[in-house]
């Protein structure tokens, strides 16, 4: 049986393995329940001892396997989408990928609203998206700052930051050998890139 006090602490480290994918370290366990890191300690070794939480490689206390409950999701990959100058492209998937939504900080995939574009070359390096990559995206409002997958003219797609300068919206690369791109028919976000997975080679 639990204290209050170790209760407090589980569900703390619960929570923030499952929005972060690691467990928190004593210091932000004490800071969060106002405890000295001493007795922070103690209640983890209890916890230990009573099999709710162990010791892991990284030396953070954290939950078993089978206590952190995860929502995989069978993400599509579409193809692949250009980072430098658009081009007219059909995208089909072509594989997919088991993740967890959550370590994208999403909180509810559906089809079609969570997806998977693999990169291709250079003019977002700045924003550290490399040739290869695989960037997660979200279907949602896009706001001047966020990068996406966007669609120019109805035509071409390409993967840019969508910036807002004197009243209109235009693509900015985060690489200075690319020029901005200023749509003539209309510009439309397929999707938001929240977060990337890199493959790297053997």
Known sequence: MLTERQDQI????????????VPPSTREIGRQLDASQAT????????????????LA????GLKAAGVQTHLFEAPIYGSIPAGLPAMQEQ????????DPTLFGVRRARPNYFW?????????????????DLVALERREAK?????????????TTLKRLIRER???LLRAENKRYADIV?????????????????FAA
């Open 10 to 21: 589980l569900d703390f480290v619960k929570q923030h393995q499952r929005d972060h994918a």
């Open 58 to 61: 990284d030396g953070k206390w």
């Open 167 to 169: 009243g209109r919206l």
């Open 92 to 99: 089909t998937p072509d594989e997919t990928i088991t993740v």
């Open 40 to 55: 922070v300690m103690g209640h983890l070794r209890a916890l230990a001892k009573k099999g709710q939480l162990e010791k």
């Open 116 to 132: 998977f574009l693999r990169v291709r070359g250079d003019s977002m390096t700045g924003a550290h998206i490399l040739d290869g």
């Open 144 to 156: 001047p700052g966020d990068i996406i997958a966007a669609l120019v003219d109805e035509t071409d």
């Open 183 to 199: 749509p003539t028919r209309g510009l439309e976000s397929q999707g938001v890139v929240v977060g990337l997975i890199r493959r």
